[in-house]
């Protein structure tokens, strides 16, 4: 059984840092898809970032580019979201997800922003940014 647990989530003043972290059982993701949503009270779900595989194509919302990193350590199964100079518009429940299979290039580019491409998902954890 798959499970993603996020953590790292917290409150902090604007232009602070957090780093979310989502580890992943049941499966290796080491060839597979994963990225990071957000969902704030009232909106829908919104892409922040994505990776295509480990070492592959990287994505970005135009919103956290430049602020945020997306990384992953495969020997831990575990994706990591280094946010820097957060703004209180960031704040918002943060979601880790992963694809079952990695898709072609191509289809990468069509779909890495859409959650309903995503498989599996974790419980969220909630970040906050005070002004």
């Known amino acids: 059984q798959v499970q993603l647990v996020e953590s790292g989530g917290g409150l902090v003043q604007a232009g602070g840092s957090l780093r979310l972290s989502c580890a992943a059982s049941?499966?290796?993701?080491?060839?597979?898809?994963m990225g990071w949503f957000r969902q704030a009270p009232g909106k829908e779900r919104e892409f922040v970032a994505a990776m295509r595989y480990s070492g592959g194509t990287i994505v970005y919302a135009e919103s956290v580019k430049g602020r945020f990193t997306i990384s992953r350590d495969n020997a831990k199964n575990t994706w990591y979201l280094q946010m820097d100079r957060l703004e209180p518009e960031d704040t918002a429940i943060y979601l880790c997800?992963?694809?079952?299979?990695?898709?072609?290039?191509?289809?990468?580019?069509?779909?890495?922003?859409?959650?309903?491409?995503?498989?599996?998902w974790g419980q969220g954890t909630q970040v906050t940014v005070s002004s």
């Open positions: 997800a992963a694809r079952s299979v990695r898709p072609i290039l191509s289809a990468w580019s069509d779909t890495y922003y859409d959650a309903r491409t995503y498989d599996y």
């Open positions: 049941g499966r290796p993701f080491s060839n597979s898809p």
